[in-house]
């Protein structure tokens, strides 16, 4: 289920994917769309006749997106946030000759699991998970019912880790992406570690001698979700979480990777 948005007669097309709170950004796309480009914004959970939450999304659903796109354009972009950003990139090891170009915002490094069962896969393709779900610590989960107690959980992320076999069998191999890649992380990023997550994707391209241009755009002070402050209530997960950052770096960085991913767009696209 997505919306499309066009204006005159574009040349390339991007799909845009939200991240863990689901439905679509119509407002992103149209403002996408009036920089020349056909701008499916595709909702995979949260939204009219899709599941509610992020579990056992089949990646075949967006293999159809880009059959559908690729009737107008063989120049496909992904722009991915937050989970959307992990589902970004595991398009383009799946799909790495579809698609041209892939911005990456504060993503992940490694495949993680459902947000209502963590024992079942976000992601699958042929009725498969796609990779084991990165190891994840609930210990202090429970909170986040009130402002006053809302979940800072980059340490689960950073726990998790330390389980490193189970770790690297979920990692996602990136260097299976045959496009330039736009990677933007935040510094006080307190949703997951973005910044050390695309550390560890450069890791992984240099350490396979991956030849795709990227470039890494580090918000050293910035939070998980600019745009939205440095605090808020899950729409799916009703829960209250900690994006980070403070009101005057999340406005420079909302502002600064919007203009910089446009202009990746414009270069790659």
């Known amino acids: 289920m ?6 005159g007669s574009p040349t390339s097309a991007i799909v845009l994917l939200g991240g863990m709170s689901g439905g679509m950004n119509e407002e992103r796309a149209e403002l996408l769309a009036q920089n020349g480009y056909t701008v499916f914004s595709l909702a995979y959970f949260g939204a009219k006749s899709l599941p509610a939450t992020l579990n056992q999304v089949p990646l075949e659903y967006f293999e159809k997106a880009f059959q559908f796109l690729r009737s107008e354009t063989d120049q496909i972009g992904l722009w991915g946030g937050s989970r959307g950003a992990e589902l970004s990139l595991l398009l383009g090891t799946q799909f ?82 045959k496009c330039p890649l736009l990677l933007i992380s935040a510094g006080d990023d307190q949703m997951w570690p973005s910044a050390l997550f695309a550390n560890q994707i450069i890791d992984r391209l240099k350490e396979h001698r991956s030849q795709v241009h990227y470039t890494h755009l580090h918000y050293p002070k910035a939070g998980h979700a600019p745009a939205k402050g440095t605090v808020g209530l899950h729409p799916v997960m009703n829960r209250w979480f900690v ?27």
């Open 96 to 177: 790495s000759d579809q698609i041209s170009a892939i911005a990456a915002h504060v993503p992940s490094s490694a495949v993680y699991g459902a947000l209502d069962d963590y024992s079942k896969p976000a992601w699958t393709y042929r009725n498969k998970p796609i990779f084991p779900n990165a190891p994840f610590t609930y210990e202090e989960i429970a909170s986040g019912k009130n402002v006053e107690s809302a979940i800072a959980s980059t340490p689960f992320f950073i726990n998790g880790m330390q389980d490193k076999e189970a770790f690297a069998k979920s990692s996602i191999p990136v260097e299976k992406i």
């Open 243 to 269: 994006y980070g950052g403070s009101e005057e770096e999340n406005a420079f960085a909302a502002k600064d990777w919007w203009e910089q991913t446009l202009n990746f767009f414009k270069e790659r696209l």
């Open 2 to 7: 997505g919306t499309l948005f066009r204006e």
